[in-house]
């Protein structure tokens, strides 16, 4: 089975929604952290320009990465997996066929 090509169940996609979502969580709240101790160390201008350019880099990075469609999802996981946003155990409930794939992805 071609990774493009995955069938995925109505469970599967609930659980898949699921753990999109906490992985997208998890990553914006460090955002914010992060945002807010930055924030409170601002002495001059170019400090304030500086975490704006911070800012847009960062929200281009989470647009792209946080793509939900089918056809790519299984590579969305395994990249949110290697950096550490989304567990495997997020992801009980999938095929096999999925959860290997995602797995040997993340390894990459």
Request: glycine residues 6%; negative net charge; hydrophobic residues 45%.
């Amino acid at each position: 089975m071609q990774v493009s090509e995955a069938e995925w169940t109505d469970v599967e996609k609930n659980i898949a929604r699921t753990a999109f979502e906490r992985a997208y969580a998890r990553e914006i709240e460090a955002l914010l952290r992060q945002v807010r101790e930055q924030a409170g160390t601002l002495v001059e201008l170019s400090d304030l320009w500086q975490l704006h350019d911070f800012l847009s880099a960062r929200r281009h990075e989470v647009e792209g990465k946080y793509d939900y469609q089918y056809s790519g999802l299984l590579f969305v996981f395994a990249g949110l997996v290697k950096e550490g946003w989304l567990h495997l155990n997020d992801l009980e409930g999938l095929g096999k066929d999925k959860l290997s794939k995602v797995t040997a992805l993340a390894k990459m």
